[in-house]
T-cell receptor, first 112, second 114 residues
Framework: DVKVTQSSRYLVKRTGEKVFLECVQDMDHENMFWYRQDPGLGLRLIYFSYDVKMKEKGDIPEGYSVSREKKERFSLILESASTNQTSMYLCASSLRLGSQQFFGPGTRLTVL | DAKTTQPPSMDCAEGRAANLPCNHS???????VYWYRQIHSQGPQYIIH???NNETNEMASLIITEDRKSSTLILPHATLRDTAVYYCIVRVANSGAGSYQLTFGKGTKLSVIP
């Protein structure tokens, strides 16, 4: 079974802090994704990566950056956390673009 | 525009089959039907997908009508752990840019009752 793990289940940070969210998958998937999920807004794509060191913006990249130095690891960075970035952050991976995505357990981030 | 329509909620008795419907009347010929579910405070979980033939795996069965305008996800023996929000989505599979993003609608909240 594909396993996608995220570094934290719950995280509390202060406004202006730099925040790192890490995601690791163990199935040698080419593609990895970062989403945020908010009540009433559904799942929104922040960034995705289709290969090491390659990244593409999703629908809401502002205020975020990503890093993919190794195939199995995809990091989401909040350069200067703000209260409107309080959300559930979900990482996913897939073998091919368009094939089923496998999700991690999520990180619930609260920015105070 | 919403591409799928699902009832907002359903109840199912424990041990019985749960049949979750989904309408996708504007589905294109190259679009697959995917089902995911999300248990409270967890990440979404892939369940099954299909193009036009019925599909079955260890979790569920997927029945797609001949005209492909609707489908039903069947959990054959629902347990309390199947209580979750179930999402039906249509998307082109394996075709590269433009098909990678998952978009969930509101889904169906399934409550399995003891």
């Amino acid at each position: 079974d594909v396993k996608v793990t995220q570094s934290s289940r719950y995280l509390v940070k202060r406004t202006g802090e730099k925040v790192f969210l890490e995601c690791v998958q163990d199935m040698d998937h080419e593609n990895m994704f970062w989403y945020r999920q908010d009540p009433g807004l559904g799942l929104r794509l922040i960034y995705f990566s289709y290969d090491v060191k390659m990244k593409e913006k999703g629908d809401i990249p502002e205020g975020y950056s990503v890093s993919r130095e190794k195939k199995e690891r995809f990091s989401l960075i909040l350069e200067s956390a703000s209260t409107n970035q309080t959300s559930m952050y979900l990482c996913a991976s897939s073998l091919r673009l368009g094939s089923q995505q496998f999700f991690g357990p999520g990180t619930r981030l609260t920015v105070l | 525009d919403a591409k799928t329509t699902q009832p907002p909620s359903m109840d199912c008795a424990e041990g019985r089959a749960a049949n979750l419907p989904c309408n996708h009347s504007t589905i294109s010929g190259n679009e697959y039907v995917y089902w995911y579910r999300q248990i409270h405070s967890q990440g979404p979980q892939y369940i099954i997908h299909g193009l036009k033939n019925n599909e079955t795996n260890e979790m569920a069965s997927l029945i797609i009508t001949e005209d492909r305008k609707s489908s039903t996800l069947i959990l054959p023996h629902a347990t309390l752990r199947d209580t979750a929000v179930y999402y039906c989505i249509v998307r082109v599979a394996n075709s590269g840019a433009g098909s990678y993003q998952l978009t969930f609608g509101k889904g169906t909240k399934l409550s399995v009752i003891p």
